[in-house]
């Protein structure tokens, strides 16, 4: 049973806003939401972490409606180097492992 | 700097040949990670480590094993019984044992290939 929900891949173009979506069902309470992107041969770098509202930071905002089984990446102004894959991630306290389970993330192509 | 070091970059594994992926960090983080990555897939837990001399096994920890001897070393083994070895190899740390909060760091990655 996958522990989050994105969509495999999304388009946009340079200067545009782009907001992934990430779907948690399943979240837990004591669940935090965390972000990170990939560049090809290299390892996930954390971009922003949740837990409910909105978060911000200089790269991105992090978007957690009241019931927290979504939450929103938001990535202002996307330049050619956004190109990336995004990963969302919750706990995963199903099998009582203090561990994180990356799922198969969004792949965000960035066109000039 | 602080960070994370995996060595090689490159591996070559003959047909039922163990080798041994390294993975130092100076950050002085408790919590060490293992992942594989297939090509254009997610990132799969193989194993992890939340102290000195223990580990819990991940997603696919069959054919691969670990040690924790040191704090900031945590080489992962990938054995003969490991069929499909080829991929991406990513391993991590984290300040904490709360792994569900605190951010990972992760080293450049080894990629292993069978000859």
Redesign the interface.
Known sequence: LAKTTQPISMDSYEGQEVNITCSHNNIAT???I?W?QQFP??????II?GYKTKVTNEVASLFIPADRKSSTLSLPRVSLSDTAVY?CLV??MDTG?????????TRLQVQP | DGGITQSPKYLFRKEGQNVTLSCEQNLNHDAM?W?RQDPG?????IY?S?IVNDF?K??IAEGYSVSREKKESFPLTVTSAQKNPTA?Y?C?SSSS?????E???????T?LLVL
């Open positions: 004591n669940d935090y965390t990170y041969s290299q390892g996930p770098r954390f972490q990963y706990g995963d492992r203090r561990a994180l389970t990356f799922g198969s993330g | 990670y992942y897939q997610g990132l799969r837990l992890y939340q819990q991940g997603d991406f990513l991590a044992r709360d792994s569900l909060r951010t990972q760091y992760f080293g450049p990655g990629r």
